[in-house]
């Protein structure tokens, strides 16, 4: 199972963490991942510089909504047991 934490604190919500949760929700219906991605939101993870805020595989990232998708294809996919 894979631990994927997004920041949902002030600075990352107006930065779009509502919309990065929205679509990572949509990737992992469609890839029926349920039982392989766990996704939690989270507080304030102290990296408010660039973007929202995501936890994975004990490192941390900073992204957009624009760029969530290939995020999601390039890190957390990789990290998902076949």
Same mark, same amino acid.
């Given at each position: 199972?894979?631990?994927?934490?997004?920041?949902?604190?002030?600075?990352?919500?107006?930065?779009?963490?509502?919309?990065?949760?929205?679509?990572?929700?949509?990737?992992?219906?469609?890839?029926?991942?349920?039982? /392989?991605?766990?996704?939690?939101?989270?507080?304030?993870? /102290?990296?408010?510089?660039? #973007?929202?805020?995501?936890?994975?595989? #004990? /490192?941390?990232?900073?992204?957009?909504?624009?760029?969530?998708?290939?995020?999601?294809?390039?890190?957390?996919?990789?990290?998902?047991?076949?």
């Amino acid at each position: 199972m894979v631990d994927l934490n997004i920041c949902v604190g002030s600075s990352c919500h107006l930065k779009g963490s509502y919309n990065v949760i929205q679509i990572f929700q949509q990737l992992i219906e469609d890839g029926r991942l349920h039982e /392989k991605i766990n996704m939690q939101a989270t507080f304030c993870m /102290k990296q408010c510089q660039e #973007g929202v805020s995501v936890l994975i595989g #004990g /490192k941390e990232f900073s992204i957009l909504p624009e760029t969530s998708r290939e995020f999601f294809r390039t890190v957390v996919l990789p990290q998902v047991d076949p």
